[in-house]
């Protein structure tokens, strides 16, 4: 039986099963066997053979953004009309067979999209090239989900399905779970607030499935199975989704009214160019990129090229700036002075653990290297040798 089989019985034997005190445990196992299941669906082949071309492209830009949806929902207009790249359009699906990329200049910061190939219901299993699809998704620090607002809401959950069968979870932060293996002791079960969903029991039935009988596990919120098994798992992928509903234009007001009031949702129309201001606003919302401008002494700031951070991209910190600058600016920094609405006063000195904002002004103040008193510089002024003579190696006897 394969995998796919497995999985199949698995869902079918969880559909069929009630939910009650008396059949929890039992579920809580299944769950834990189908995301293994599923991870062994998505690992590489072991027979040697490729998986064809992927749809990865360079990342290029301060943030990467991707189109992911059905066919024929609008996202090659989104493209063209947002970065000017062309991508071809026609009446058909399945018209984009590859990987687009394209590139938004906006609020001094370049923003790569990509434009890839709509997906079908069952593409995790790799129906319509969907691993290839999805994989690309995961690389990306922002999901538009181009949907047809004149479609059933439906299409919106499928493919938000199509993302979770995969290790994609939107819109949601990882749990917050302290979890670690170790060789012997038994599994230690704690948690510091009170338990709804989770018990030791259930979490020992869920580690049985791992073949895990040593760990520790610290639960710091009221936290569900599914969020203890991707704890378990590791190779969950946490990004952010904006819902888009292109073809608004067929839509009746309150039918727009009711879309723009749901969360993480915009509502545009390519066709007649409405709202895609809006849309590229709420992207920089939702992406929370960080401008900083950099200046020297005694200039005025550089407000043409600006330092962009962003906290899924290393952090925000005072030493990401100077990661971002080089290297050896972290060890090379005294303190910085900082203008902005980061600062309590103008200008604030700073030192690492500073948390910048938007538009911050950041001057750099580097330590002032040491040299000798004869101010010969780098050159050795002074002998490595000891001080006492009895300190010194002794030389070995002359041979006579």
Known sequence: MGILEKIADIEFEMNRTQKNKATEYHLGQLKAKLAKLRTELQAPSKDGKGGGEGFEVQKYGDGRVALIGFPSVGKSTILTQLTGTQSEVAAYEFTTLTCI????????????????????????????????????????????????????????DIL????????????????????????????????????????????????????????????????????????????????????VYNKIDVCSMEEVDEIARRPNSIPISCYQNLNLDGLLVKMW?????????????????????????SSDRGGTLLEHLCRQIHNSMVAQLNYALVWGTSSKHYPQRCGLSHNLEDEDVVQIVKKKVDTAADGRGRFKTKSDAPLRISDREKKAALKT
């Open 101 to 156: 990329p394209g590139v938004i200049h906006y609020n001094d910061a370049k923003i790569q999209l990509l434009d890839l190939p709509g997906i079908i219901e069952g593409a995790a299993q790799g129906k319509g090239r969907g691993r290839q699809v999805i994989a690309v998704c995961k690389s990306a620090d922002l999901l538009l989900m181009v949907l047809d607002a004149s479609k059933p809401d439906f299409h919106r």
């Open 285 to 309: 919302e939702m992406m929370a990129l960080v401008r900083v401008y950099t200046k020297k002494v005694g200039a005025k700031p550089d407000f043409g090229d600006p330092v962009i951070l």
């Open 160 to 243: 938000t399905r199509e993302l979770e069968s995969v290790g994609i979870r939107l819109n949601r932060t990882p749990p917050n779970i302290y979890f670690k293996k170790k060789k012997t002791g038994g599994i230690s079960f704690n948690a510091v607030v009170p338990l709804t969903h989770l018990d030791e029991k259930m979490c020992q039935r869920i580690l049985q499935e791992y073949k895990c009988h040593n760990a520790d596990i610290l639960l710091k919120e009221d936290s569900t199975v599914d969020d203890l098994i991707d704890v378990i798992e590791g190779n969950r992928r946490y990004v952010k989704c904006l819902y």
